[in-house]
DNA sequence: TTGAAAGCGCTAACAT
DNA sequence: ATGTTAGCGCTTTCAA
């Protein structure tokens, strides 16, 4: 590897490097980065010309020294590989940018106590914002985040004090949603598969809670720690099955805490020669791009992830750019798919 | 949201902030951090308990900009929501993350040309190492990454020629095994079912040679550009039946450039009544999570994408420690899968 | 073991 | 429209 800029020397190329090829002084080389419309269009031009021949980029850590604005969000995802976290995050990420900001992405792995590790990580750098995951966070993560008056967006749920600003929906008014569409149709037993997240949880039991309120036995419930997979939902329903959910005398619906999860439970089913919808109701939850595409196609309740990165966005853009009155909580919704697997 | 520190003005803190409180100067306060065997014990405590009590977090991008050691990493992927690079990264991510190094993460969108506009954004943050997926960058931008000298780990692929360090395998060797192995299980008859990239077109070209030189008929070929998904893989299918891939006379199989095709083709077979393996043979790429769990469970090829993090991270750290004589092209290797598919 | 002094590369007043 | 002057909050010599 060689230097491509003819500098004669191997001196780092700087601002002062420019202004001095360009015979102008340094600030004046700040300038035409941060407010070219101050300069006249000659000295604009010898400065471009100076930085296109050297090469020249402009160092972002000493300006953001200078300017006391780093130009970067700090984003706490619990999983980054988990696609439902990181469409949301490519949405954000995408919008912010054009507002100049640039994301540093970390994984929390579901622990509050990483994720409050994180947050100290993340204000070494001075970001001029931050979004998390969920509103349960560690009462010293929180406490940090208020102290350094850090505008934060919580996006996934929705909270009665937020930190700063929730971008999310009721995780319990979904749930019951699909226990009452459920129940609509005509099913009469219930099983709840879940991952443990705080989320997910919430969900399990308002949907239980809605079951019981029409009068119905309590559903299966089948917990599991960590992230869902296929092998999950597949295992899941080998226990259903043991369990006599689909013993005579009802009529059965799962109801998953994710779609890749009731994914699980369509390939199981599917190799016991089981049929869903005839013999088994099932429900999936997020949405997902492939829940269309299933054989049968995934009845689910979908959540609108993009909208969710969307609209963090542009509300952690209003905190950062302190506009009085901009909004605390902000619903997204939710909404019943019907499609064919109940 | 109020300030936790109870410093009586508003004021930021800082190490000057930390010095005054705990009797000593701002460099002491810098050691404390960086060298702590070089103070006495009682400093350093007096120290750490201020900075307990104000609740500070040092300022990296002061230090970095003093030190010329930005402790970062930037990390250009094609997707952030493809767990193809995804799982790279977090294993990358969590691998450099010992050694002190935070990673900004960026999305190309299997764009060179963006590629090149991200690596400049990156560069103005000093990052101190680089990775970059594939070995296919523009020339501008590869003519940048050399000017600034940065430390820079190319991944998912073998290069003759890297930037400074390659991780990857052979996708030629890979394609032209999987032939192997199904001319081997006697199919006659075969299709390439592939996403455009650079990576996965190579693997189409190689398999066709490898059919074409054991006197076979070309494979029917479907490409589409963009990311693999359910409907591409059950498209796909629906095309190839159509053209007659399952018509008598021979033994047929699909190669697919990776699983997520290879289930979706897996769902249109049972939306259509067809067997696999029995009047298809299907092989995926990739050995995701979710392979083995299909049903039938998936032939495929085995990429370990940790491994690939893993590998990354130790080639970058070395070349960022400036240690001589490390390797400049990592083979990982990869793996035929033999299950139920093919 | 600690302090004093200089400087990293930039931005932001304030002058002119 | 441009130059001058001061920092931003650290790390790093060099002295003591």
Known sequence: MRAAE?????????????????????????????????????????IMDAVRRTGYVPNMVAGGLASNRSRMLAAIVPSITNIIYSALVQTFAALVRERGYQVMLMESGFDAEEEARLVRTALARRPEGLLLTGVDHSPACRRMIEGAALPTVEVWDLSAQPIDVCVGFSHDGAARAAAEWLLARGYTRFAVVSADDPRALRRRTAFCEAVAAAGHPPPDEILFPGFASLRRGRDALSRLVADGLLAPGGKSAIFCSSDVLAQGILIEAQARGLSVPRDLGLMGFGDQDFAVDLHPALTTVRVDRSMLGQRAA????????????????IDIGYRIIERDSA
Not at 8 to 33: K, L
Request: hydrophobic share 35%.
């Open 6 to 46: 003819p500098e004669p020397s191997g001196e780092p190329v700087t601002m002062a490097t420019i202004a001095r090829i360009a015979g102008v002084t340094q600030p004046t080389v700040s300038r035409a980065f941060n407010h070219p419309e101050k300069l006249s269009p000659e000295t604009l031009d010898k």
């Open 314 to 329: 542009e509300a952690l853009i209003l905190r950062i750019d302190a506009v009085a009155g901009s909004e605390r909580r």
